[in-house]
Protein backbone atom coordinates (compact mmCIF):
# COMPACT_ATOMS: atom_id res chain seq x y z
CA UNK A 1 0.00 0.00 0.00
CA UNK A 2 1.29 3.30 -0.79
CA UNK A 3 -1.53 5.47 0.20
CA UNK A 4 -0.82 9.49 1.30
CA UNK A 5 -4.17 11.18 2.19
CA UNK A 6 -4.77 14.65 1.87
CA UNK A 7 -7.90 17.06 3.42
CA UNK A 8 -9.23 18.70 2.46
CA UNK A 9 -9.97 18.54 -1.42
CA UNK A 10 -10.81 21.70 -2.63
CA UNK A 11 -10.56 24.61 0.20
CA UNK A 12 -11.65 28.23 -0.47
CA UNK A 13 -10.39 30.74 1.85
CA UNK A 14 -10.33 35.35 2.21
CA UNK A 15 -7.47 36.67 2.61
CA UNK A 16 -8.31 37.21 6.57
CA UNK A 17 -8.70 33.85 7.38
CA UNK A 18 -6.62 30.73 9.07
CA UNK A 19 -7.15 27.21 7.43
CA UNK A 20 -5.02 24.20 7.80
CA UNK A 21 -4.08 21.25 5.39
CA UNK A 22 -3.64 18.06 6.66
CA UNK A 23 -1.31 15.19 5.11
CA UNK A 24 -1.54 11.39 6.57
CA UNK A 25 0.42 8.53 5.86
CA UNK A 26 1.14 4.41 7.23
CA UNK A 27 3.72 3.40 5.32
CA UNK A 28 6.14 3.82 8.41
CA UNK A 29 7.82 6.44 5.46
CA UNK A 30 10.11 9.22 8.24
CA UNK A 31 10.47 11.51 5.16
CA UNK A 32 7.40 13.76 4.44
CA UNK A 33 7.14 16.94 1.70
CA UNK A 34 4.89 19.85 0.80
CA UNK A 35 4.74 21.20 -2.60
CA UNK A 36 2.87 23.86 -4.21
CA UNK A 37 2.24 23.34 -7.94
CA UNK A 38 0.52 25.97 -10.69
CA UNK A 39 -1.32 24.84 -13.58
CA UNK A 40 0.33 23.30 -16.57
CA UNK A 41 3.38 23.79 -14.05
CA UNK A 42 5.93 21.59 -12.17
CA UNK A 43 5.60 21.04 -8.44
CA UNK A 44 7.73 23.22 -6.24
CA UNK A 45 9.07 21.93 -2.97
CA UNK A 46 8.37 24.05 -0.11
CA UNK A 47 8.89 22.02 2.82
CA UNK A 48 10.98 18.74 3.96
CA UNK A 49 10.56 16.95 6.89
CA UNK A 50 12.52 13.82 8.22
CA UNK A 51 12.02 12.76 11.40
CA UNK A 52 9.60 15.13 12.23
CA UNK A 53 11.97 17.91 11.96
CA UNK A 54 11.96 20.41 9.50
CA UNK A 55 14.82 19.70 7.31
CA UNK A 56 14.65 22.17 4.35
CA UNK A 57 12.36 25.41 4.12
CA UNK A 58 12.64 26.65 0.61
CA UNK A 59 12.38 30.56 1.68
CA UNK A 60 8.81 29.88 1.92
CA UNK A 61 6.21 33.65 3.04
CA UNK A 62 5.86 32.87 6.65
CA UNK A 63 1.69 32.85 5.99
CA UNK A 64 2.64 28.86 5.45
CA UNK A 65 3.54 27.35 8.58
CA UNK A 66 4.32 23.60 8.32
CA UNK A 67 4.00 21.22 11.27
CA UNK A 68 4.98 17.74 11.99
CA UNK A 69 3.07 16.74 15.31
CA UNK A 70 3.99 12.79 14.44
CA UNK A 71 5.50 10.56 11.84
CA UNK A 72 2.72 9.63 9.97
CA UNK A 73 1.04 13.43 9.85
CA UNK A 74 1.79 16.71 8.10
CA UNK A 75 -0.18 19.67 8.34
CA UNK A 76 0.21 23.21 5.94
CA UNK A 77 -1.32 26.16 8.63
CA UNK A 78 -2.67 29.08 6.48
CA UNK A 79 -2.84 32.28 7.53
CA UNK A 80 -3.26 35.93 5.44
CA UNK A 81 -2.71 34.28 2.48
CA UNK A 82 -2.37 36.02 -0.95
CA UNK A 83 -4.83 35.12 -4.31
CA UNK A 84 -1.36 34.22 -5.97
CA UNK A 85 -1.32 31.72 -3.28
CA UNK A 86 -4.15 29.61 -5.34
CA UNK A 87 -2.82 26.45 -6.49
CA UNK A 88 -2.31 22.45 -6.12
CA UNK A 89 -0.75 21.70 -2.64
CA UNK A 90 0.97 18.25 -2.78
CA UNK A 91 1.76 16.29 0.03
CA UNK A 92 3.59 13.39 -0.48
CA UNK A 93 6.24 10.62 1.74
CA UNK A 94 9.60 9.05 0.65
CA UNK A 95 10.08 5.22 0.82
CA UNK A 96 13.63 5.15 1.25
CA UNK A 97 15.68 1.83 1.48
CA UNK A 98 18.17 -0.63 -0.86
CA UNK A 99 17.51 -0.39 -4.68
CA UNK A 100 14.69 2.21 -3.92
CA UNK A 101 14.10 5.90 -3.12
CA UNK A 102 10.83 6.96 -4.32
CA UNK A 103 8.64 9.66 -3.02
CA UNK A 104 4.63 8.96 -3.11
CA UNK A 105 2.19 11.55 -3.49
CA UNK A 106 -1.24 12.86 -2.45
CA UNK A 107 -4.06 13.42 -4.39
CA UNK A 108 -3.34 17.28 -3.70
CA UNK A 109 -5.88 20.05 -1.94
CA UNK A 110 -6.94 22.89 -4.64
CA UNK A 111 -6.78 26.24 -2.41
CA UNK A 112 -8.29 29.21 -3.77
CA UNK A 113 -7.86 32.35 -1.97
CA UNK A 114 -10.01 35.20 -2.51
CA UNK B 1 20.74 25.82 -16.39
CA UNK B 2 17.78 22.99 -16.72
CA UNK B 3 18.71 20.05 -14.92
CA UNK B 4 15.80 18.24 -16.28
CA UNK B 5 15.14 18.87 -19.73
CA UNK B 6 11.55 17.73 -21.70
CA UNK B 7 11.62 19.32 -24.98
CA UNK B 8 7.88 17.93 -26.14
CA UNK B 9 5.21 19.99 -24.25
CA UNK B 10 2.85 18.23 -25.72
CA UNK B 11 2.55 14.93 -28.06
CA UNK B 12 -0.29 12.93 -29.80
CA UNK B 13 -0.79 9.03 -29.69
CA UNK B 14 -2.72 7.10 -31.40
CA UNK B 15 -4.42 4.35 -29.06
CA UNK B 16 -2.76 1.04 -29.10
CA UNK B 17 0.24 2.14 -30.58
CA UNK B 18 4.09 2.72 -28.79
CA UNK B 19 4.78 6.41 -27.43
CA UNK B 20 8.28 7.91 -26.64
CA UNK B 21 8.41 10.83 -23.96
CA UNK B 22 12.54 12.25 -23.92
CA UNK B 23 13.90 13.39 -20.72
CA UNK B 24 17.69 14.39 -20.86
CA UNK B 25 19.04 15.30 -17.38
CA UNK B 26 22.92 17.26 -16.07
CA UNK B 27 24.20 16.26 -13.04
CA UNK B 28 27.94 15.60 -12.30
CA UNK B 29 27.20 13.42 -9.01
CA UNK B 30 27.16 9.81 -9.61
CA UNK B 31 24.63 8.70 -7.35
CA UNK B 32 21.58 9.89 -8.49
CA UNK B 33 17.76 8.81 -9.43
CA UNK B 34 15.32 8.89 -12.07
CA UNK B 35 11.71 9.11 -11.49
CA UNK B 36 8.56 9.70 -14.18
CA UNK B 37 5.15 10.81 -12.41
CA UNK B 38 1.98 10.68 -14.14
CA UNK B 39 -0.26 13.53 -13.38
CA UNK B 40 -3.89 13.12 -14.93
CA UNK B 41 -6.49 16.20 -14.99
CA UNK B 42 -7.64 15.47 -11.38
CA UNK B 43 -4.34 16.52 -10.04
CA UNK B 44 -3.16 13.04 -8.16
CA UNK B 45 0.70 12.67 -9.31
CA UNK B 46 1.26 9.46 -9.46
CA UNK B 47 4.44 7.23 -9.20
CA UNK B 48 5.47 5.15 -12.78
CA UNK B 49 9.08 3.65 -12.59
CA UNK B 50 12.42 4.44 -11.04
CA UNK B 51 15.67 4.40 -12.23
CA UNK B 52 18.57 4.36 -10.06
CA UNK B 53 22.25 5.30 -11.41
CA UNK B 54 24.18 2.47 -10.52
CA UNK B 55 21.35 -0.10 -12.18
CA UNK B 56 22.38 -2.39 -14.94
CA UNK B 57 19.65 -3.01 -16.65
CA UNK B 58 16.50 -0.66 -18.22
CA UNK B 59 13.58 -0.09 -15.45
CA UNK B 60 9.93 -1.85 -16.89
CA UNK B 61 7.19 -1.53 -14.72
CA UNK B 62 3.78 -3.12 -16.64
CA UNK B 63 3.30 -1.18 -19.99
CA UNK B 64 6.40 1.43 -18.58
CA UNK B 65 9.84 1.38 -19.57
CA UNK B 66 12.61 3.69 -19.12
CA UNK B 67 15.07 3.53 -21.63
CA UNK B 68 18.27 4.57 -19.71
CA UNK B 69 20.97 5.98 -21.80
CA UNK B 70 23.80 6.58 -18.79
CA UNK B 71 26.24 7.91 -21.39
CA UNK B 72 23.64 10.36 -23.18
CA UNK B 73 22.50 10.89 -19.89
CA UNK B 74 19.01 10.59 -21.22
CA UNK B 75 15.99 8.88 -19.41
CA UNK B 76 13.24 8.25 -21.59
CA UNK B 77 9.42 7.18 -20.76
CA UNK B 78 8.42 4.25 -22.86
CA UNK B 79 4.55 3.78 -23.24
CA UNK B 80 3.52 0.73 -24.94
CA UNK B 81 0.02 0.02 -26.05
CA UNK B 82 -1.60 3.54 -25.51
CA UNK B 83 -4.59 3.72 -23.62
CA UNK B 84 -6.91 6.73 -23.90
CA UNK B 85 -6.31 6.61 -19.97
CA UNK B 86 -2.87 7.44 -20.35
CA UNK B 87 -4.12 11.08 -21.40
CA UNK B 88 -2.33 12.82 -19.09
CA UNK B 89 0.84 15.41 -17.85
CA UNK B 90 4.18 13.52 -17.97
CA UNK B 91 6.94 14.70 -15.57
CA UNK B 92 10.44 13.67 -15.29
CA UNK B 93 12.29 14.34 -12.21
CA UNK B 94 15.83 13.28 -10.30
CA UNK B 95 17.13 13.12 -6.72
CA UNK B 96 20.85 13.90 -6.93
CA UNK B 97 22.87 11.89 -4.94
CA UNK B 98 21.95 8.92 -2.02
CA UNK B 99 20.26 11.10 0.22
CA UNK B 100 21.52 14.76 -0.85
CA UNK B 101 19.30 17.43 0.90
CA UNK B 102 16.18 15.33 2.14
CA UNK B 103 15.53 13.89 -1.18
CA UNK B 104 14.73 16.88 -2.76
CA UNK B 105 13.53 15.71 -6.35
CA UNK B 106 13.97 18.07 -9.43
CA UNK B 107 11.33 18.30 -12.19
CA UNK B 108 11.46 18.90 -15.71
CA UNK B 109 8.62 21.08 -17.31
CA UNK B 110 6.65 18.29 -18.44
CA UNK B 111 4.72 16.64 -21.85
CA UNK B 112 1.54 16.67 -22.37
CA UNK B 113 0.14 13.58 -23.53
CA UNK B 114 -3.02 13.12 -25.37
CA UNK B 115 -3.99 9.23 -26.79
CA UNK B 116 -6.54 9.57 -30.05
CA UNK B 117 -9.41 7.01 -30.59
Known amino acids: DTEVTQTPKHLVMGMTNKKSLKCEQH?????MYWYKQKAKKPPELMFV???????INESVPSRFSPECPNSSLLNLHLHALQPEDSALYLC?????????????FGPGTRLTVL | AQKITQTQPGMFVQEKEAVTLDCTYD???????LFWYKQPSSGEMIFLIY??????QNATEGRYSLNFQKARKSANLVISASQLGDSAMYFC??????????????FGQGTELSVKP
Open chain 1, 92 to 104: ASRQFQLGTDTQY
Open chain 1, 27 to 31: MGHRA
Open chain 1, 49 to 55: YSYEKLS
Open chain 2, 27 to 33: TSDPSYG
Open chain 2, 51 to 56: QGSYDQ
Open chain 2, 93 to 106: AMREGRNNQGGKLI
